[in-house]
């Protein structure tokens, strides 16, 4: 018998067997410790002064865990990017604390903030940001020679994978102005995921894409959650992209109106999570039941 602790943060597949179970080979799925990697409490956020000030947050508090997808939704102007920029340590809010993989980021310094951010954070904006100069492969290849120091060789070989995951391998010698839209949305994932962050924060990245291209997106970035542990949250106006995720956050005038789990369909190999330490608790993963992997954030 295997320890489970050797198992934490690598893939196994748990396969149901008459009752028993026995554990084998690599296979993605998530197991995370039921503790939020993210928490906003009580944030105020208000921009002008004077008698032109106004509060966009208005004291949200909320959790969000590990291997998650959370949609952040809301009618326009309810403060849903404010949010987002102030959960991920790009706005400061006026009051009010974010705690990230038990840190308090507004109490970083600059320094300290910059390299948390580089560490754990990535970002995927509608205008994509791409370097209009570099080819697909470069703009992955640049985020890990720059963020982790990261050796051309061992850096060309992940970004490869990663775009190979993306279904872009026959893109990557592309720059951005030969590229569709989808393409180039992509291959801006591609750079958020390549670095395998703990936080994935999307501003609409669906908006500008048609439904087929937005699937794909919102696929990779479940993807990203479920497989990698990742806490992914994501600001959206649609509709459709609710049945991908595990959590929607409603916001209007500022304030947290509901938080709905979506639900996911029974996980069948229970015997897969038995003799689990208590800390840790399955996510159900759609369309297949016998897929577990055990994540720790804070390794
Ligand atoms: N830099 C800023 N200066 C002044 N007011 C701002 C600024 N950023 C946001 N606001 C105001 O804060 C409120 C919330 O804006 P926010 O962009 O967070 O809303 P949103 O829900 O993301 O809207 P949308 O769905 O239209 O993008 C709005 O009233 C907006 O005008």
Same mark, same amino acid.
Do not use: K, Q, V
């Given at each position: 018998m295997i320890p489970l602790s050797r198992y934490l943060g690598r893939l196994f597949r748990g396969e149901a067997d008459g009752g028993g179970l026995s554990l084998v080979q690599d296979a993605p799925a998530v197991i995370c410790r039921?503790?939020?990697?993210l928490a906003g409490v009580d944030l105020f956020r208000s921009f002008g002064s004077g008698e032109t000030r106004s509060y966009a947050l208005k004291g949200v508090s909320a959790d969000f865990q590990p291997g998650e997808l959370n949609l952040l939704m809301g009618p326009?102007?309810?403060?849903k990017s404010t949010l987002l920029a102030v959960l991920s340590g790009l706005l400061r809010p006026d009051t009010g604390t974010v705690g990230a993989l038990g840190r308090d980021v507004w109490r970083m310094g600059e320094d300290e903030m910059e390299r948390f951010r580089l560490r754990h954070c990535s970002y995927i904006f509608q205008?994509?940001?791409?370097?209009?100069?570099?080819?697909a492969r470069e703009q992955l290849e640049i985020v890990l020679k720059w963020?982790? #120091?990261? &050796?051309a060789r061992e850096a060309r070989c992940r970004a490869d994978r990663v775009l190979g995951q993306l279904g872009l391998s026959k893109k990557a010698h592309l720059r951005p102005a030969e590229m569709s839209g989808g393409e180039k949305q992509r291959v801006a994932i591609g750079r958020a995921l390549v670095k395998n962050p703990s936080f994935v924060f999307a501003d609409e990245p669906t908006s500008a894409l048609d439904w087929e291209n937005g699937e794909q997106v919102i696929n990779l970035l479940t993807e990203t959650a479920r497989e990698n542990g990742a806490m992914v949250l994501v600001v959206t106006h649609d509709p459709r992209l609710t049945p991908f995720a595990d959590r929607v956050f409603e916001l209007a005038d500022g304030q947290l109106q509901s938080e709905t789990e979506i639900e996911t369909e029974s996980f069948e190999a229970e015997a897969c999570v038995s #003799?689990? &330490?208590?800390?840790y608790e399955h996510t159900p993963l759609r369309n297949n039941s016998l897929r577990v992997r055990l994540y720790d954030p804070q390794e």
């Open positions: 039921r503790e939020p990697a326009s102007g309810s403060g205008g994509y940001n791409l370097f209009p100069a570099l080819t963020g982790e #120091g990261c &050796p #003799g689990l &330490p208590s800390a």
